[in-house]
């Protein structure tokens, strides 16, 4: 049942009536250099900072502004999160709300109450620990304190409920209405225009001369408006005008609500409360408790009506009662003081909580900014910055990754299923601890590689990446398959009675040593001492073909691909900043063949690896590149069609020798090189395999690339051919420790697209002579002139883990924060990759600087003295991989 809540309604009404243009009957522009369509937080901020660029940009309302999901949020506003990047874009959010008043003259809605987060468990204290830790990074003030001195922050609150709290005085709270209203005001001033009443019909496309699609504009009822840049920030309603054109956006629409009480005068001042063991939040409004949170069993919605306006639902106190029940153990007052009313509308959440925003790659000039899980109001001034920069220079300033469309692959935004149960664990999870290596349960076995079956069998315990399920260690007391969602009991399923997989997660919540450390540390040594096998075929594989492949692969990777046939090259592909964008290696080809692992084509070709999280934003970021310059060049994604077995160890080739016949020494097939080999099986049968000498762990090492048909012929002849050596499997969580323990990178943790090569000691991938390639002007720039942070590796002296985000100091000043953490089997010590900043000066950093003073990493609030390399300690001549090993 839909209902209004007109005192509210007419309020924001009223307020927006003063300041914003309103267009009863459009006149619109013919052309514009952007159209923005929805006027939520999200459209608004981002007309904001266009207009504050210079550049033509309206913005298209069907209703009138805030009246789809903005109006009737809570506007909480914090500080504080487990991620570098969102801290960042909740500051930009929060400076914008306290200057935009004095720009506009306009009461932005801010209120700086403060806010604390509630702790029930040690658990629950030491991410806390963490948070802090890694807000000192970022100058952000926060203080961990014990129930009596929360209760002089907070008096109302039972000191007796809770463990501890984080209090963080910097956060605090926005109003929706004033907040949109002077984002506005401020556009209009700087030329930018706003259309209320005015719905989109239709997005008009084209095609380039490549056959391309590209945005030529839009229809509307009162018109059509000329534009390339189109911004979808209509929040739920995210896929009404995709979908006639066949682009899907994974967003699921849920009810969310909250709760305001009755006046408790006490309360006036006082900073809003997340509990997040009791899934709960308090948002202070005047004298009273706006109190919401995050059930198990939300009510999901299929679609939200057009014409859904400045509605909301009835309150179902069946599914909200958890949420009463907790805030009176935490406040006894609030269940004293009675509700007043009751806030419950739509908001669109997303797979795996996070804003779907950047480019689409399906249709040039379309941006989305959209899908805010209920967090649009903090995040939206920072993203609405980052999608300006995204749109103006190509790229954004900061890594958005974790944002952009691209991480999703086509399969995943297509599949309607999977979007649904992932949405509904990640809103279900959405206050849960956020362990480094936790893993999901929706949406699981959404894509299975070709060895996937025998693994399992085999012991592998399974890990999510891109949709792919790949093996993250592997136990003796298998299988361990990962069971359907049960969606947590509810919706009338029933909760799995094997739960022998979720078991072996719960060895890793805990911010200690993982109960699987030992086990993974033997996989570890076994790919030092011996052998071992890991399953690399979720990477991503595509061949760079066609009659300007040369020019296309000239002008997207940085390194001399002028090389020989079959030879393997590391490099990376930078964006216009000069960020990395992908590390991958690059395979040289001249053939004729018509096999999948090696396709026919005239001329030069190019088979490119990389890694497998980010495999779509691979691909999206090669297409950009060759559409950008008009190349006659085709990319042919295999990643699905072929398998990747990767023996690396001392004994790898002694044990792949017993099953070819193909001469595998350095004079051979020496690193960095390429084959295709016959591998022999049973009865004679031959099985051609494309064999990479490379390796990410620092071994001796090669890749079967194998077509998925014979996959498992191959696994089997491999482990039948190591038995007597003792050839294991290994997992993901082993190769990561081992590939940090060598220095090797890893894409979006140590090297991100905010990190340039020079940056991160890969400057011997950029070529200096020769074909232009993207971003080099940049990095011959800071050839020249030098950086103001680089990249080192520290090592901790004490025996404790790191996970990333510690911070880092030098001379007991903070010069950064841990990109990544790993435990070095073989070094027996935690090692980490941290990006130091100069403190000193404006000068930029040299290593001299890095070399010398004291280091120190913080962990859980207590600071430990640290060795801090240029390089990695392991193997720094890099003996290992030439197969030469000291006896």
Partial sequence: MLRIKRSIY???????????????????????????????????????????????????????????????????????????????????????????????????????????????????????????????????????????????VFPLLDPKSFE??????????????????????????????????????????????????????????????????????????????????????PLVPMRHAYVISETIKEVQGMPNVRDHDFSLYFRIQGQSICMGGYENNPILLDKVP???????????????DTHIEGAIKLCPTFGNAGIKSTICGP???TPDHKPIMGPDPNLTGLFHSCGYNSAGMM?????????????????????????????????????????????????????????????????????QDPFHKILVNNGAVMEEKAGFERPGYYVDD???????????????????????????????????????????????????????????SYFCKVFLTGLQAEEAAKWIFTADLNKPSNKTIYTCALNSRGGVEIDLTVTTLDTVNEELHDPAFKGRGYYCVAGGASAFHTIAHMREAIQEKGFRAKLFD??????????????????????????????????????????KGNDGIEYDVRVLRVSFVGELGYELHIPKETCNDVYNILMNAGASYDLKNAGYRSLYSLSSEKGYHLWGFDLRSDDTPIEAN??????????????KEIIEQQRQSGTYKRLAYLTLKEKIPLFGLEAVYRNNEIVGHMRRGEWAYTLDCALGQCYIKRTDSNKPIDINYITSGKYQIEVMGKLYDADIHLRSPFDPKGRRILGEYES
Wanted: hydrophobic share 35%; with cysteine.
């Fill in 164 to 249: 501890n709290a984080l209090y963080s005085p910097g956060d605090g709270v926005v109003d929706p209405a004033m907040m949109c209203t002077a984002l506005t005001r401020a556009s209009t001033a700087n030329g930018g225009r706003v259309y209320e009443n005015c719905s989109v019909d239709e997005l008009i496309v084209g095609k380039t001369f490549l056959g391309d699609r590209e945005v030529r504009g839009v229809r509307t009822p009162h018109g059509t408006i000329k534009t390339n840049t189109v911004i979808n920030a209509t929040g739920a309603w995210g896929n009404e005008l995709l979908e006639p054109l066949d682009i899907h956006l």
């Fill in 306 to 320: 057009s014409d859904f306006q400045f509605g909301l639902y009835d309150l179902d106190y069946s599914v909200f």
């Fill in 478 to 536: 298998g299988p361990i398959p990962v069971q359907k969602y049960d969606w947590y009991g509810y919706y009338g399923r029933e909760k799995n009675t094997n739960t022998r997989y979720v078991d072996k997660l719960s060895g890793d919540y805990k911010f200690e040593f993982s109960d699987h450390h030992e086990l993974i540390g033997k996989e570890a040594q076994s790919c030092r001492e011996n052998a071992v096998v890991f399953n690399q």
């Fill in 10 to 152: 007419n309020c924001i009404k009223s307020q927006r009536k003063q300041f914003v243009r309103h267009f009863s009957t459009p006149t619109l522009p013919e052309f514009a250099d952007v159209v923005i369509i929805g006027g939520g937080a999200a459209g608004c901020s981002t007309l904001y900072q266009l207009t504050k660029r210079g550049v033509n940009a309206i913005l298209l309302e069907r209703g009138q502004l805030t009246c789809g999901t903005t109006w009737h949020t809570a506007g909480l506003v914090w500080r504080l999160r487990p991620n570098d990047v969102e801290i960042q874009l909740l500051a930009t959010t929060r400076e914008l709300l306290m200057n935009l008043e004095s720009e506009v003259g306009l009461n932005s809605g801010w209120i700086n109450n403060g806010g604390l987060f509630i702790s029930h468990t040690p658990q629950r204290t030491n991410e806390y620990r963490r948070l802090q830790t890694l807000g000192r990074c970022f100058g952000i003030e926060s203080h961990i304190l014990s129930p009596q001195e929360t209760q002089e």
């Fill in 762 to 775: 890969l400057g011997f991938t950029c070529r200096k002579d020769g074909f232009r390639y993207k971003g």
């Fill in 347 to 349: 908001e669109s959440f």
């Fill in 638 to 679: 295999v990643t699905h069609e072929l398998g990747i077995l990767s023996i690396q160890g001392p004994k790898s080739r002694e044990i792949l020798s017993k099953i070819t016949n193909y001469d595998l020494s350095n004079e051979s097939l020496p690193p960095n090189t390429a084959a295709i080999v016959k591998i």
């Fill in 379 to 447: 995040l939206s001034g920072g993203c609405a910055k980052q999608l300006t920069s995204w749109i103006i220079h190509d790229r954004p300033d900061l890594h958005m990754f974790a944002y952009d469309i691209r991480r999703f692959t086509p399969r995943q935004r297509k599949a309607y299923t999977w979007a649904v149960e992932r949405s509904h664990e990640a809103y279900a999870k959405n206050y849960s601890i956020v362990f480094p290596n936790d893993q999901p349960l929706a949406g699981r076995n959404f894509l």
